[in-house]
């Protein structure tokens, strides 16, 4: 059984035990989130669509911690023109275990 839920602009497909890195939620680390964009969910014996979201169904998750992605560099130039900027990113994370997904048939 997984499922394709929406999370921050992002889709991702995740099952029960899997570990996902998603862009960083508003959540303690220990805490339970509930994932309310599922947009298709597969069980053993049938697929739901859903049109845009499966009614009455979500993912619960626990957030592990919120890690930092590695750093990126960003260097602006502009030849001949004495023009340089040169800057780092690290985007914040939130890293979350799937515990249940939950769907009423």
Do not use: C, W
Not at 63 to 92: C, L, M, N, S, W
Request: net charge positive.
């Amino acid at each position: 059984m997984y499922a394709v839920v929406k999370v921050s602009g992002f889709q991702y497909t995740v099952k029960q035990g899997d570990t996902v890195t998603v862009p960083r939620l508003e959540a303690e680390p220990g805490s339970k989130v509930k994932l309310e964009d599922v947009l298709f969910l597969r069980t053993n014996d049938k697929a739901i669509v859903g049109r845009p979201t499966v009614p009455e169904s979500y993912v619960e998750a626990e957030v592990v911690d919120h890690p930092r992605a590695p750093k990126i560099t960003v260097f602006k130039f502009r030849r001949r023109e004495k023009y340089r900027r040169k800057k780092g990113h690290r985007q914040p994370l939130t890293r979350l275990r799937i515990t249940k997904l939950h769907y009423r048939e």
